[in-house]
């Protein structure tokens, strides 16, 4: 069973850090774009970064300068460093694997094939 298993959330001031990290079991993570999005209550799921299974990146204009999205493909991981967080940043966070072998970014939540969990990050003010 594909699975995808996100960790790293937890409770921040707002100008600190967290790093959440994204691992996939039964898949060949190499041919996947794995995108990052979140949702805070009573909002829409957000695109926030996603990363090409050639490395290309993306982000939301809200993060960008503040995140950064690398992945670690021998440890089939995908990490999101979130620094100067905001309260505005609070929210599940869940990563999604897409089929996408090259250099393209995947950016809509419904073109995605699998999904985390998902993971709490709270930003206090």
């Known amino acids: 069973e594909v699975q995808l298993v996100e960790s790293g959330g937890g409770l921040v001031q707002a100008g600190g850090s967290l790093r959440l990290s994204c691992t996939a079991f039964r898949f060949t993570f190499d041919d996947y774009a794995i995108g990052w999005f979140r949702q805070a209550p009573g909002k829409e799921r957000e695109g926030v970064s996603c990363?090409?299974?050639?490395?290309?990146?993306t982000y939301t204009a809200s993060v960008k300068g503040r995140f950064v999205i690398s992945r670690d493909n021998a440890k089939k991981t995908v990490y999101l460093q979130m620094n100067s967080l905001k309260p505005e940043d609070t929210a599940v966070y869940y990563c999604?694997?897409?089929?996408?072998?090259?250099?393209?970014?995947?950016?809509?939540?419904?073109?995605?094939?699998?999904w985390g969990q998902g993971t709490q990050v709270t930003v206090a003010s």
């Open positions: 990363i090409s299974s050639d490395g290309v990146t």
């Open positions: 999604g694997a897409v089929g996408r072998p090259g250099p393209g970014v995947v950016n809509y939540f419904y073109e995605y094939d699998y």
